[in-house]
């Protein structure tokens, strides 16, 4: 058990661009979720996948991220045309069905010039 | 939904003093619980959960919690500070979600801070 593993760990971009983020749960983890922190804040909920299917999205969530987990294992998130007020800290956790003890990755901070 | 309010946002100790991070809870039912530790540079890591069992929640690294209903309090408490434990520390609730997940709701972070 490696944990949760994310990558890249930190992302300049300029605004306007696309990038994205991948993010490996624990392997025997059918549920993975991706949460946005920002400066001073507590982490956000963005979006949940049990296994492949996306089951539940934050109204944080605009039309330019999209998220998927193609084969119920890793997962990506996108943000197309990047905007300054996306720099944070992109986190993403999993666990297995019940309790909610949910194992989070070291994050990705993306930054955008 | 259920939320959490952190008192403090900073909070100061000696080392070998005690430690006390505040958290009230606003719940229309029996809540699930749990404080975070983020160090600098790593990622959040579990410290402890309530799940309605014990309301004493026995933690890592000598932390532990105690769940007060008639108070809606998750108070952190550790006897004796160390200077490792210098971090943010979260408390946290558990929504759940359409299909049987479960959504962190966190609150805003008491940053700890331990002196010589």
């Known amino acids: 058990d490696t944990g949760v593993s994310q990558n890249p760990r930190h992302k300049i971009t300029k605004r306007g661009q696309n990038v994205t983020f991948r993010c490996d749960p624990i392997s025997e983890h059918n549920r993975l979720y991706w949460y946005r922190q920002t400066l001073g804040q507590g982490p956000e909920f963005l979006t949940y996948f049990q296994n492949e299917a996306q089951l539940e999205k934050s109204r944080l969530l605009s039309d330019r991220f999209s998220a998927e987990r193609p084969k119920g294992s890793f997962s990506t998130l996108e943000i197309q045309r990047t905007e300054q007020g996306d720099s944070a800290m992109y986190l993403c956790?999993?666990?297995?069905?019940?309790?909610?003890?949910?194992?989070f990755g070291p994050g990705t901070r993306l930054t955008v010039t | 939904a259920q939320s959490v309010t952190q008192l403090d946002s900073h909070v100061s100790v000696s080392e070998g003093t005690p430690v006390l991070l505040r958290c009230n809870y606003s719940s229309s039912y029996s809540p699930s619980l749990f404080w975070y530790v983020q160090h600098p540079n790593k990622g959040l890591q579990l410290l402890l959960k309530?799940?309605?069992?014990?309301?004493l929640v026995k933690g890592i690294n000598g932390f532990e919690a105690e769940f007060k209903k008639s108070e809606t309090s998750f108070h952190l408490t550790k006897p004796s500070a160390h200077m490792s434990d210098a971090a943010e520390y979260f408390c946290?609730?558990?929504?759940?979600?359409?299909?049987?997940?479960?959504?962190?709701?966190f609150g805003t972070g008491t940053q700890l801070k331990v002196e010589l």
């Open positions: 946290v609730v558990n929504n759940i979600l359409t299909g049987g997940g479960n959504k962190l709701t």
């Open positions: 309530y799940t309605s069992a014990a309301t």
């Open positions: 956790a999993s666990s297995e069905g019940g309790a909610g003890e949910q194992y």
